[in-house]
């Protein structure tokens, strides 16, 4: 599987990742991962609604993603799109290989404390994301594609 960007957006697909990700990096594939919206058909249905013609949208439990990682032998750009830090930290302990990870949004909550103005973590959230970054995985803020990428040890 050719991961090109792997990220982590409580929108899922919306209008950043249509208008400025699947056109810069020409995505073809775009793999949510989230193991409750991997059981919900309808919401699955309407996120592949939600994606530009020529962008295929499949929505993976965390343990059917990991299975489709070791069969993919694909060439075709795709994207990991997460919910939380939950979701893509449960895939990486479960041993899928990633490099790099971005952060376009995650919003506030009442356990949530703002990191920028449009990401806010939980102090778990914040010792997951501190583990991964041990782990020797880069994670960095970037809403958009034309934005600097923000190394997230810088904010945490």
């Known amino acids: 599987m050719k991961v090109v960007l792997a990220r982590i957006d409580e929108r899922l697909v ?12 020409q995505i073809k594939r775009i793999l949510i991962v989230d193991d409750s919206l991997a059981k919900d058909s309808f919401m699955s249905d309407v996120m592949a609604m939600a ?15 990991l299975a489709k990682d070791k069969e993919d032998t694909s060439d075709e750009n795709t994207m990991l799109l997460f919910k939380n830090v939950a979701g893509a930290y449960a895939l990486i302990n479960a041993g899928f290989k990633i490099d790099r990870l971005d952060i376009g949004n995650i919003g506030s909550g009442p356990t949530r404390k703002p990191i920028t103005k449009r990401v806010f973590m939980s102090s778990e959230e914040i010792s997951k994301i501190k583990e991964l970054c041990n782990m020797g ?4 803020l970037q809403m958009l594609h034309s934005d600097p990428e923000i190394d997230v040890k810088k904010l945490i």
């Open 14 to 25: 919306h209008g950043q990742v249509i208008a400025s990700w699947t056109k810069q990096l």
């Open 137 to 140: 995985i880069y994670i960095y």
């Open 51 to 65: 994606a530009p013609t020529g962008v295929r949208v499949e929505v993976l439990s965390a343990e059917n993603a």
